[in-house]
């Protein structure tokens, strides 16, 4: 199975991890083009189109091997977020609830399981839990999950700024429902 994400390009923006890219030939050749559009489109004086390019460089260098990485990067001056996306294989011996985090000590309240509903991968499952670090500070993160018949696909997204997470949170749903099965699958 390979996954598809019809994402919205107005929103969001795929973080490639290996080169070459889509014409890009380097990991630069891509940040400088994406921190170029963006300081057009924008305005952006040199110092901000550098804090855009170090932070596409950053978010490129910082993806796990298996994610597939995409950033809310339209309006990076306003607003930033992470959606990691994974594909992997079934996890028969995982229960939805380790899979959704449910079970995360650092939880300071309790994490409800909701159905989620109207993605391309049909039916899945969401929690979105409060955790705290050792100095007392909270990151809310959700969790997506589909288990499919040989697969397991999840999406994390997190922040610790909660009120931007919660303003962002329509725009998360929407990339998870946007996640699918290329045609050939």
């Known amino acids: 199975?390979?996954?598809q994400v019809d994402f919205d390009p107005d929103l969001w923006v795929y973080?490639?991890?290996s080169w070459p890219?889509?014409?890009?030939?380097t990991l630069e050749q891509w940040r400088d083009t994406l921190a170029g559009a963006l300081a057009t489109a924008y305005g952006y004086d040199e110092a901000m189109r550098q804090w855009v390019a170090d932070t596409a460089e950053g978010l490129a260098r910082g993806a796990d091997?298996?994610?597939?990485?995409f950033a809310y990067f339209s309006r990076p001056h306003e607003a930033l977020g992470i959606a990691s996306i994974y594909e992997m294989p079934r996890f028969t011996d995982a229960t939805e609830e380790q899979m959704l985090g449910v079970q995360d000590a650092a939880t300071v309240r309790p994490v409800q399981i909701t159905s989620f509903e109207g993605g391309r991968l049909g039916p899945g499952l969401t929690s979105t839990r409060h955790v705290a670090d050792d100095s007392?500070?909270?990151?809310?993160?959700?969790?997506?999950?589909?288990r499919l018949d040989d697969r397991d696909v999840l999406m994390i997204a997190g922040d610790p700024d909660i009120a931007r997470f919660e303003g962002l949170r329509d725009d998360y749903d929407a990339l998870a429902r946007a996640i699918g099965t290329a045609p050939h699958d």
Do not use: Y
């Open 15 to 17: 973080v490639p991890d």
């Open 65 to 69: 091997e298996h994610e597939h990485r």
């Open 136 to 146: 007392g500070a909270i990151t809310a993160i959700t969790h997506w999950l589909w």
């Open 21 to 25: 890219w889509e014409g890009f030939a």
């Open 1 to 3: 199975m390979t996954l």
